[in-house]
């Protein structure tokens, strides 16, 4: 099993910044790939980054691309997501999650976090 535990949301301004962190225990040998979701309320969880974390290849989605960056530290098992000029639009709750290989821009992960609502006013 892997545990992963987010922080990092807040309620900011629009063009502010934000980090979100992500940090995972238990048996994260296990995991190679880390990515970042988010829900908005009425709408489907969406993909918002990837990393994997041996050698650090990303994928970002169209709309966070530029603006986004998604990182890691493997000596910390943390991930990070830093959110840079953000936008209403932006406003959901963050999660963290983990699979065992291949990056997909799907949900198809294995292990989730509970969560970190981001909240941007205009």
């Known amino acids: 099993q892997v545990q992963l535990v987010e922080s990092g949301g807040g309620l900011v301004q629009a063009g502010d910044s934000l980090r979100l962190s992500c940090a995972a225990s238990?048996?994260?040998?296990?995991?190679?790939?880390m990515g970042w979701f988010r829900q908005a309320p009425g709408k489907d969880r969406e993909f918002v980054a990837a990393?994997?974390?041996?050698?650090?290849?990303?994928a970002y989605a169209t709309s966070v691309k530029g603006r986004f960056t998604i990182s890691r530290d493997n000596a910390k098992n943390t991930g990070y997501l830093q959110m840079n000029s953000l936008k209403p639009e932006d406003t959901a709750v963050y999660y963290c999650?983990?699979?065992?290989?291949?990056?997909?821009?799907?949900?198809?992960?294995?292990?989730w976090g509970q969560g970190t609502q981001v909240t941007v006013s205009s």
């Open positions: 999650a983990a699979r065992g290989a291949g990056m997909i821009t799907t949900p198809d992960y294995n292990y």
């Open positions: 990393i994997t974390w041996r050698v650090g290849n990303t």
């Open positions: 238990g048996r994260t040998f296990s995991s190679s790939v």
